[in-house]
């Protein structure tokens, strides 16, 4: 920490304090840093602040493992606010933190009886199955979730990383698709899309993710990966039993794509033309010629 704390006072630790929490950065080390040397003695003299820096540190607390300190801010917090769901949630993320993890579930649970319409007390209970390494627990309490809350694009994110997690590449898919509704122009739903259906393999989903791989460079033109994607795509359509017309596509569209990888890496292969990769021995412009020849340079056997 770049901080001098013998020269701070308790407003400059406070002005830091608003700063991190209006940018949305934890800084937990540093928090429970300028706490213990400065803040903790006059948490009086924040005023109407002090519950939020309260809330802050006891956050940061849970970060560095500090569960005394976690605990007398939530005791504070618990004294002034008795009946507050938000300080329930904080007790269940203690017991997380202690790993009593039947018991914050039974704190979460008495939440969301209470207010159904919560969606914080779910999400404990999905990050609590999942640290418990119950992934199909966390997958079904997730699409009860997402039940109630569809327009929430991180939890479509995480059940579709929890799918991939289980193999089930259709349901994972599906997440993808119901995010890129919501956000049409992300070259990276897209290419992530890409990527699940070209793992799913079979002719008609490896043209699902050249279609995918080509909108993904169509919105960032500089998506290396959705390059070299879009590429191995044409690759499967060019050598496979796929109408003449689609293989000849393929191949122009392949052709193309290994020409804008060439012209996108060829500034990094000069910079490195004397060196060369050091962890392979070889130059990127090896690297792309390797990876055409892969595919025998696309070549299409002509039609009986």
Known sequence: ?????????????????????DDNERKSEDVIQLWDAILCDKQTKLGNERHLVLEQVMIAALDCNRIDTAEDCIRILT???????????????????????????????QIIKKDETNAAPRKRKVAIYKAQGRTADAIRELCDYMKRFMSDQEGWHELCSLYLAEGEYAKAAFCMEEVLLHNPHSHLIHQRLADI????????NIEIAKSYYCQAVKLNNQNLRALYGLFLCCGHIANSKAPLNKRKEAQKLAQWTIA?????????????????????????????????????????????
């Open 1 to 21: 920490m770049s901080y001098n704390i013998d020269e701070m006072g308790w407003s400059d630790v406070r002005n830091i304090f608003r700063k991190w929490r």
């Open 79 to 109: 004294a002034e606010f008795p009946g507050s769901l938000r300080i329930q949630k904080y007790k269940a993320m203690l017991l997380e933190a202690l790993e009593r993890y039947d018991d914050a579930l039974d704190v979460l649970e």
């Open 197 to 204: 259906r070209y793992t799913m393999g079979g002719l008609d």
């Open 260 to 304: 804008q990888i060439q012209a996108k890496t060829a500034t990094p292969a000069a910079a490195l033309s004397s060196k060369g990769d050091k962890s392979t021995g070889k130059q990127p412009k090896e690297d792309v010629a390797a990876l055409e020849q892969a595919f025998g340079g696309l070549d299409i056997a002509k039609a009986n």
